[in-house]
């Protein structure tokens, strides 16, 4: 059962950028489809963007041509870099193991997720 901890999340202002880390253990990382997700105060948490274990990627419509998902196998981490940051992507983020196809989320609940604030 693969395990995930979330980091890189911060205070940046509007156009600025963020990588965040999803750190994995235990064992099926590198077979396991992999998803982002937020949650801003007061709205559902939304998947943002996920990728299939052979990299294939999606990417939720407001933020196409702004975040790249990633993955390292070897590191067992999959990482959520974040261009051109704006207001409306202040939120929790949180890391999934998710099913592919459908990148709805599997396994254990929501862990603590990181803070991502975009602000002046």
């Known amino acids: 059962q693969v395990q995930l901890v979330e980091s890189g999340g911060g205070l940046v202002q509007p156009g600025g950028s963020l990588r965040l880390s999803c750190a994995a253990s235990?064992?099926?990382?590198?077979?396991?489809?992999m998803g982002w997700y937020r949650q801003a105060p007061g709205k559902q948490r939304e998947l943002v963007a996920g990728?299939?274990?052979?990299?294939?990627?999606h990417y939720a419509d407001s933020v196409k041509g702004r975040f790249t998902i990633s993955r390292d196998n070897a590191k067992n981490t999959v990482y959520l870099q974040m261009n051109s940051l704006q207001p409306e992507d202040t939120a929790v983020y949180y890391c999934r193991r998710v099913a592919s196809p459908g990148w709805f989320p599997l396994g254990p609940g929501w862990g603590q997720g990181t803070q991502v604030t975009v602000s002046s």
């Open positions: 235990g064992s099926g990382f590198s077979g396991s489809a």
């Open positions: 990728i299939t274990s052979g990299g294939f990627t």
